[in-house]
């Protein structure tokens, strides 16, 4: 046994995939999403900076 054989996520030839809409559509939505909680994320750390700030400053 080789280590290649090992290898789970094997790469498709371009031949045998076909772009459709519907994985585009799935593709954006997962992007708008990471970015909602990637904003989500950092309005939360800024809040939380703010009240540290508030904290350590008076």
Do not use: N
Not at 24 to 53: K, R
Request: charged content about 10%; proline content about 3%.
């Amino acid at each position: 046994m080789t280590f290649r054989q090992l290898d789970i996520y094997r790469k498709v030839p371009k031949d045998l995939t076909q772009p459709m809409y519907t994985g585009a559509f799935i593709s954006i939505l997962c992007c708008v999403f990471i970015l909602f909680l990637f904003l989500s994320e950092l309005t939360g750390l800024i809040g939380w900076l703010h009240v540290v700030g508030h904290i350590f400053h008076t």
